[in-house]
């Protein structure tokens, strides 16, 4: 057995689409027949705790990259020397580097290699040299309009990592109890939907009030709504949540947030860390997905989908942060009524909320 590190340096979402490549990298099987799957995650900050639910990781690491994190750290001599000393002495002869189209894994590539890495994998446009011993160039050896879950895939399956036998490709956490016993309580009252308002980026966000006036509908229709959020969301989920909806906004660690989630018969959500953490437990997710990013990388990845936005909209591949156009219209045009019956469509109800409207008595 030997140690192989697999580097995912980003955020929650990123770390937990990477899943099934380090499945791979664990559990499967190389050319040769040998099985290393002593693994260890390298992760950014943000990464962290959903790295601690994948299953197959033996250890995670957080480190703040300075060319990934946002805000930046600078770059000094305490941080690279101390991860080049701990993935010495974590005796580590190989590395996998998971990265989307827009990231480059040829700095990180060239710390290992100080750390005596003697074979690394990657993906990368530009001339590596003798930073990677297996390269991938994108949109040669693989199409860039793919799910991210596949692509971190491809780059384990060059190194020379499959998925086993019986392994669908899909995402999934570790099993384990709800420490605050929330999921347990919500599922004892009957079914529910999850609404999450929240995102990391503005550009990524539906209106606050379009999302309250969702919960309302929901609720009209005969539907139990618990909202979640996280602990700087708390004025949001409020608002959301209005009088009558579970508020959660605040109050759940992400082990209790992934119970939730799969408690839930359907999430509703924007393109977010919680996305795809429904999607590794299996729930079917709306998603109001913003055109900033491509939807066939990024949407929740193997679960029944419901993709809302205009996708051509003027923001499309900007990767922006902050909308560009005035009035966010590529989410802003999504009417609370089309989310409803987005719901209804996943649970395999009245495929028009007109419809429903009609047989409804208050």
């Known amino acids: 057995m030997s140690r192989v590190l697999v580097a995912r340096l980003d955020s929650m979402g990123d770390v937990l689409l990477s899943g099934p490549a380090l499945r791979a990298v664990a559990n499967g099987s190389r050319p040769d027949g ?19 639910m994948l299953p197959g990781v033996t250890q995670v690491h957080t480190w703040a990259c300075p060319w990934i994190v946002n805000p930046a750290p600078p770059v000094t001599d305490d941080m690279t020397s101390g991860l080049i000393e701990f993935v010495r002495s974590s ?39 003798s930073l990677l011993d297996v390269r991938l160039k994108p949109g040669e050896d693989f199409p860039e309009d793919q799910p991210e879950a596949v692509r971190a895939l491809t780059i384990a399956e060059a190194g020379g990592y499959v998925l086993p036998n019986g392994d669908d490709g899909k995402l999934r ?8 016993g929330v ?34 509908l929901l609720e009209a229709y005969g539907h139990r709504v618990v909202v979640t959020g996280g602990p700087g969301e708390t004025p949001l ?8 909806a579970m508020n959660l906004g605040g109050g759940t660690n992400l082990r209790t947030l992934a119970a ?19 999607a590794a437990v299996g729930t079917p997710v709306v998603c109001l997905f913003a055109p900033v990013v491509p939807a066939i990388r990024w949407a929740p990845y193997g679960v029944p989908l419901e993709l809302l936005g205009d996708q051509e909209a003027a923001c499309k591949n900007t ?5 560009p156009v005035p009035g966010h219209p ?33």
């Not at 956490?173 to 605050?180: L, Q, W």
């Not at 939907?193 to 929240?198: D, L």
Request: aromatic residues 4%; glycine residues 10%.
């Open 34 to 52: 040998s099985r290393p799957n002593d693994v260890v995650l390298l992760c950014g900050p943000e990464g962290a705790s959903a790295a601690e």
């Open 237 to 244: 989920t409020a608002t959301v949540a209005g009088p009558s």
């Open 91 to 129: 005796r580590i002869q190989e590395a996998v580097i998971l990265t989307s189209f827009h990231q480059s894994p040829l700095p990180l590539a060239m710390l290992l290699r100080l750390a005596g890495v003697k074979k690394i994998t990657g993906a990368s446009t530009d001339y590596a040299g």
């Open 319 to 323: 990767r922006a942060r902050v909308c």
């Open 260 to 278: 939730v989630l799969a408690g839930a018969a359907v999430v509703v959500t924007g393109n977010t860390g919680p996305a795809h953490l429904a």
């Open 183 to 216: 999921a347990d309580g919500l599922a004892d009252e009957g079914p529910y939907i999850v609404v999450h308002p929240g995102a990391a980026a503005p550009a990524r966000a539906w209106p606050a009030l379009h999302h309250a006036a969702t919960v309302e």
């Open 173 to 180: 956490i570790t099993s384990g109890p709800d420490p605050e």
């Open 330 to 362: 590529c989410l802003s045009s999504v009417s609370p009524e089309q989310v409803v019956e987005a719901v209804e469509r996943l649970l395999g109800g009245v495929s028009s909320l007109s419809t429903r409207r009609k047989v409804w008595k208050p």
